[in-house]
């Protein structure tokens, strides 16, 4: 299911897809990844914090709210 602070996280990654990452993973690998792929190409940002997000999204359905 789809909540609301999902559809504002998928926004913020269409805007700038690093920030996206932050509010997802935190000052983790995975952020710097994706700072990475962002100067790499902006397209490559975009489908990691769109994985990122769906990633949350697969977690908190199998595990509940903050299970991932």
Do not use: R
């Amino acid at each position: 299911m789809v909540k609301a602070s999902d559809v504002l996280l998928i926004l913020v990654a269409i805007l700038f897809p690093p920030a996206a990452a932050a509010f997802v993973t935190g000052c983790s690998c995975d952020l710097l990844i994706n700072i990475c792929l962002t100067i790499l190409g902006y397209f490559p940002g975009h489908i990691h914090a769109f994985w990122l997000i769906y990633k949350k999204m697969q977690a908190e359905e199998k595990y509940g709210y903050g299970g991932f």
